[in-house]
């Protein structure tokens, strides 16, 4: 199966919400806990966040399902791209120094 390519901030986004769909599916009101950022800073704000099981738990989902994507439907971040860009170049480099 050949590769499909896509922007990176797509993939990351359709992967993210997967795992957050999930997360939120088996943590229920469990999920996002309250938390105070910057304390005693002008910028100091309240958010949602999840709490600590439950990001263990979306980062293990993330992972999976990243690798389901890549394995199963053949669709990968071109970061993977960019990178493999970058071994040609550095190899290239490389034998041109020799």
Known sequence: MSKIYIENSRFMEYIGELATQITEM???????????????TDNERTEMMFTDEAQDFYNETYDEYEGLTNNLLGVYSNTELDNLEDIARSY???KLNK
Do not use: M, Q, S, V
């Open 26 to 40: 088996n943590y229920g009101a469990e999920t996002f806990t309250e938390t105070l950022l910057c304390e005693g």
């Open 92 to 94: 290239r480099e490389l």
